[in-house]
């Protein structure tokens, strides 16, 4: 089963997820190929497989990427091969993706569950990025609207007002969909 969480920029889903993976050891982050640079404290494959530009344009060529986008300026793919073993070893793959790569995804693969986190309101949202420090509000904010309009093709949306309670409401999402499978 693959649980895809969506929400604006400051929302909090790495939060959530990395919460959720603490708390259970029968989920997985799911690997994203990427053409962006590592950041200081991430290791390569856990979830990011960084690769070059060219190297990545040949991995879509080859039909490699079950979806792939350009966010941010580069390039965010999904690995056809790992995520279609993961999923037939019954296992929970957990990831954040836009809400346009969620869509593609949703139709081409079965055991999809999709979770849209929403701020309480757009001022939380503009409080949350102020305070850590974001200093290309507007640009996060950008997609905002097209993000919320977005929100209404998922299966769930979990306000996250209090960090906890959006945590167990999405472990009892996770749990409940397991159990139906
Ligand atoms: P970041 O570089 O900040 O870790 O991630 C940037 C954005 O890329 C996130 O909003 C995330 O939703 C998106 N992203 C991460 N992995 C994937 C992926 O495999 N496919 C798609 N379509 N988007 C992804």
Same mark, same amino acid.
């Given at each position: 089963?693959?649980?895809?969480?969506?929400?604006?920029?400051?929302?909090?889903? #790495?939060?959530?997820?990395?919460?959720?993976?603490?708390?259970?050891? #029968?989920?997985?982050?799911?690997?994203?190929?990427?053409?962006?640079?590592?950041?200081?404290?991430?290791?390569?494959?856990?979830?990011?497989?960084?690769?070059?530009?060219?190297?990545?344009?040949?991995?879509?060529?080859?039909?490699?990427?079950?979806?792939?986008?350009?966010?941010?300026?580069?390039?965010?793919?999904?690995?056809?091969?790992?995520?279609?073993?993961?999923?037939?070893?019954?296992?929970?793959?957990?990831?954040?993706?836009?809400?346009?790569?969620?869509?593609?995804?949703?139709? #081409?693969?079965?055991?999809?569950?999709?979770?849209?986190?929403?701020?309480?309101?757009?001022?939380?949202?503009?409080?949350?990025?102020?305070?850590?420090?974001?200093?290309?509000?507007?640009?996060?904010?950008?997609?905002?609207?097209?993000?919320?309009?977005?929100?209404?093709?998922?299966?769930?949306?979990?306000?996250?007002?209090?960090?906890?309670?959006?945590?167990?409401?999405?472990?009892?999402?996770?749990?409940?969909?397991?159990?139906?499978?």
């Amino acid at each position: 089963m693959l649980v895809i969480l969506s929400g604006s920029s400051g929302v909090g889903k #790495n939060t959530v997820i990395n919460e959720v993976l603490k708390q259970s050891n #029968n989920i997985e982050l799911m690997p994203t190929i990427t053409t962006r640079e590592m950041r200081s404290g991430e290791e390569p494959g856990k979830p990011y497989v960084f690769v070059t530009k060219e190297e990545f344009e040949q991995m879509i060529k080859e039909g490699e990427l079950i979806e792939y986008q350009i966010v941010h300026g580069f390039y965010y793919g999904t690995p056809k091969r790992i995520v279609e073993e993961k999923l037939k070893d019954k296992k929970i793959l957990i990831k954040d993706i836009d809400v346009d790569g969620t869509q593609v995804l949703a139709k #081409n693969l079965k055991n999809v569950v999709t979770i849209f986190i929403k701020p309480a309101s757009k001022e939380q949202l503009i409080e949350r990025l102020k305070s850590r420090g974001e200093t290309r509000i507007d640009a996060r904010l950008a997609r905002y609207d097209y993000e919320e309009e977005m929100s209404k093709k998922y299966q769930y949306i979990v306000v996250n007002d209090k960090l906890e309670d959006a945590i167990e409401k999405i472990t009892e999402i996770i749990n409940r969909e397991y159990q139906k499978r």
